[in-house]
T-cell receptor
Framework: NAGVTQTPKFQVLKTGQSMTLQCAQD?????MYWYRQDPGMGLRLIYY???????DKGEVPNGYNVSRLNKREFSLRLESAAPSQTSVYFC???????????FGPGTRLTVL | EDQVTQSPEALRLQEGESSSLNCSYT??????LFWYRQDPGKGPEFLFT???AGEEKEKERLKATLTKKESFLHITAPKPEDSATYLC???????????FGKGTKLSVKP
């Protein structure tokens, strides 16, 4: 099993450009999550999807949109990138309820 | 407001020198506490889940314990390969998502 996979691994954007970060999991988990990790800030939840067909805002959703394409895939879209969105983005998945989350390898995004 | 605080921010140990990392939390009802390990340039790797005060979990040189206000990650006779950032997260009864601390960066020198 590959676990949680993310593409791309690295990306550089100019201010105002758009892009989509892709995430897929093969563990048959219902819940999926997008986090950003910044120095000194820890992991912060952007959006999550408790099950296929549902999405909800997390702590820092502004400037992002998500799509739960099917049970396996959960994408994060930046419509108009800003330098403040320079960060490392992690996707995670887990079973519902009181369960641990499993993380992907991350996407390092730089917005110039 | 729910909060998770980890200390120290950084810890340097000599190989074989045992120590503990602390995760203190102020939440409105704890459902579970999670420990993760994160290596540079990689995603967090799940280590333990603790559900109630008094519970302990062990894995190799690591032992996690939980009280009503904090959790400790004890590292016994660490090796250089234990060097990583250790993250603590809590899940509360009021919301299902995880709240992460900022982590403790552990360096173990040979």
């Amino acid at each position: 099993n590959a676990g949680v996979t993310q593409t791309p691994k690295f990306q550089v954007l100019k201010t105002g450009q758009s892009m989509t970060l892709q995430c897929a999991q093969d563990m048959n988990h219902n819940s999926m999550y997008w986090y950003r990790q910044d120095p000194g800030m820890g992991l912060r939840l952007i959006y999550y999807s408790a099950s296929e067909g549902t999405t909800d805002k997390g702590e820092v959703p502004n400037g992002y949109n998500v799509s739960r394409l099917n049970k396996r895939e959960f994408s994060l879209r930046l419509e108009s990138a800003a330098p403040s969105q320079t960060s490392v983005y992690f996707c995670a998945s887990g079973r519902e309820g009181l369960r641990e989350q499993f993380f992907g390898p991350g996407t390092r995004l730089t917005v110039l | 407001e729910d909060q998770v605080t980890q200390s120290p921010e950084a810890l340097r140990l000599q190989e074989g020198e045992s120590s503990s990392l602390n995760c203190s939390y102020t939440v409105s009802g704890l459902r579970g506490l999670f420990w993760y390990r994160q290596d540079p340039g990689k995603g967090p790797e799940f280590l333990f889940t603790l559900y109630s005060a008094g519970e302990e979990k062990e894995k190799e040189r690591l032992k996690a314990t939980l009280t009503k206000k904090e959790s400790f990650l004890h590292i016994t006779a660490p090796k250089p390969e234990d060097s990583a950032t250790y993250l603590c997260a809590v899940q509360t009864r009021s919301q299902g998502n995880l709240i992460f601390g900022k982590g403790t960066k552990l360096s173990v020198k040979p």
